[in-house]
Structure formats: C-alpha cells, structure tokens
C-alpha cells in the first residue's frame, strides 16, 4: 500500500491550491478516505474524509471553502482548496479510513498561506 501525496506550495491568503494523493495497492472505490494535516507545533486534524459511496465530512472550519473528491479510475483522490488563510498552514497527509485509526498514511505535502 502506498499513499503519495503532491501539490502542496506556497500561496497568498486568499488564494487556492489542489493537492492530490496517488493511491497504489487498493482501489479508492473500495475505502473510505481522509486528508489530514498538522499545523507547526500542533496536533494531527481530520480535515475532510470521502467515503466509497461518496459521502463527505469537512472540519467546521475549512466548510464551504474545501471540496474532497476522488477519481477512481486513477486511483487519486483530491482536496481542492479555496479562500486559504494563514491559518490553512499545514503539512496535509491523505489518509486510508474515516476517523480513525489511519493505519495507512502518506508522506505530507506542505501548504504554506503567506503573502
């Protein structure tokens, strides 16, 4: 199982990122999935988690700004990432589960929001 996660970069506040998560060894259809992220000096948070059918979850403060999405055919799932703010500053893992335990996580892929 391998979960690989890419995108991440720097951007203003305001501003808007796609990271992805290339997902080998099962199929996306199959799991429910989750992106997490861990702000600098802070504990690890649930951001977003997609389930197989499609249901979502988003954390209260990334709601109406952030949008999980998967392509199954490519094995990839996706956060789109809107109106960032400094507070978005994370590192942000894609995750196998729905709220735990992850036993499957990927390496991070930084976000910084700083003008």
């Known amino acids: 199982v391998q979960l690989q996660a890419s995108g991440g970069g720097l951007v203003p506040p305001g501003g808007s990122l796609r990271v992805s998560c290339a997902v080998s060894?099962?199929?996306?259809?199959?799991?429910?999935m989750s992106w997490l992220r861990q702000a600098p000096g802070k504990g690890l948070e649930r951001v977003s988690s997609?389930?197989?059918?499609?249901?979502?979850y988003y954390l209260d403060s990334v709601k109406g700004r952030f949008t999980i999405s998967k392509d199954n055919a490519k094995n990839t799932l996706y956060l789109e990432m809107n109106r960032l703010k400094p507070e978005d500053t994370a590192l942000y893992y894609c995750a196998r589960g729905w709220d735990g335990p992850y036993v499957f996580r990927g390496q991070g892929t930084l976000v910084t929001v700083s003008s």
């Open positions: 060894g099962f199929q996306l259809i199959d799991y429910h």
């Open positions: 997609i389930a197989g059918g499609g249901f979502t």
